[in-house]
């Protein structure tokens, strides 16, 4: 069974400049997180997914910060512009549900690097 | 609001000693409790999980890691550590209310010498 694929594993953009993160979650998870961790720091919640709805993304800086999960599968982070202090590690991680204690399985994650 | 504090950024021992890596965690609930284990440049790896079932939870890799509540610890221990072992741990907590999000401590590296 393949994992939480994401892509691209790096990224190095300019300033101004946007991008974007994607995501394909385990088959048959419902619950789809991204979280940001900074260097040296545990992740940090930015959005959850429950199927395609979007329950929980009070942490997400929606100023700059977008994200989408269509047909609740498949997500897209996107951030424009982006500024030097998104320099970050981006990572997904899928789970069966949001209750029971279930743990996440995660992506190898996207480091970004804003220059 | 749920938090968790892993005592100790940096943990090293030797081949063959007792691994422990210390977690406190603060929930206004019965939280669950997680985890995980991420190697360089990789993705976070669940190790184990307590879900209010034994407060002696077993994981993979021979760590295993034992729920106080009288002292809101979850510290996680192996009797042996291997050099394949050295990598970054992360306790995580979720409470049952929210228990879709996971708040995760900022990890503690364990370096294992030979």
């Known amino acids: 069974e393949a994992g939480v694929v994401q892509s691209p594993r790096y990224k190095i953009i300019e300033k101004k400049q946007p991008v974007a993160f994607w995501c394909n979650p385990i088959?048959?998870?419902?619950?789809l997180y991204w979280y940001r961790q900074n260097l040296g720091q545990g992740p940090e919640l930015l959005i959850r997914?429950?199927?395609?709805?979007?329950?929980?993304d009070s942490q997400l800086p929606k100023d700059r910060f977008s994200a989408e999960r269509l047909k609740g599968v498949d997500s897209t982070l996107k951030i424009q512009p982006a500024e030097l202090g998104d320099s970050a590690v981006y990572l997904c991680?899928?789970?069966?549900?949001?209750?029971?204690?279930?743990?996440?399985?995660f992506g190898s994650g996207t480091r970004l690097t804003v220059v | 609001a749920q938090s968790v504090t892993q005592l100790g950024s940096h943990v090293s021992v030797s081949e063959g000693a007792l691994v422990l890596l210390r977690c406190n965690y603060s929930?206004?609930?019965?939280?669950?409790l997680f985890w995980y284990v991420q190697y360089p440049n990789q993705g976070l790896q669940l190790l184990l999980k307590?879900?209010?079932?034994?407060?002696l939870v077993k994981g993979i890799n021979g760590f295993e890691a034992e729920f106080k509540k009288s002292e809101t610890s979850f510290h996680l221990t192996k009797p042996s550590a291997h050099m394949s072992d050295a990598a970054e741990y992360f306790c995580a907590v979720s409470e049952g209310t929210n228990a879709g999000k996971s708040t995760f401590g900022d990890g503690t590296t364990l370096t294992v010498k030979p």
């Open positions: 088959s048959g998870h419902n619950t």
């Open positions: 991680a899928s789970s069966l549900g949001a209750g029971e204690g279930y743990g996440y399985t």
């Open positions: 929930s206004s609930v019965p939280p669950y």
């Open positions: 307590y879900t209010s079932a034994a407060t």
């Open positions: 997914y429950e199927n395609e709805e979007a329950v929980d």
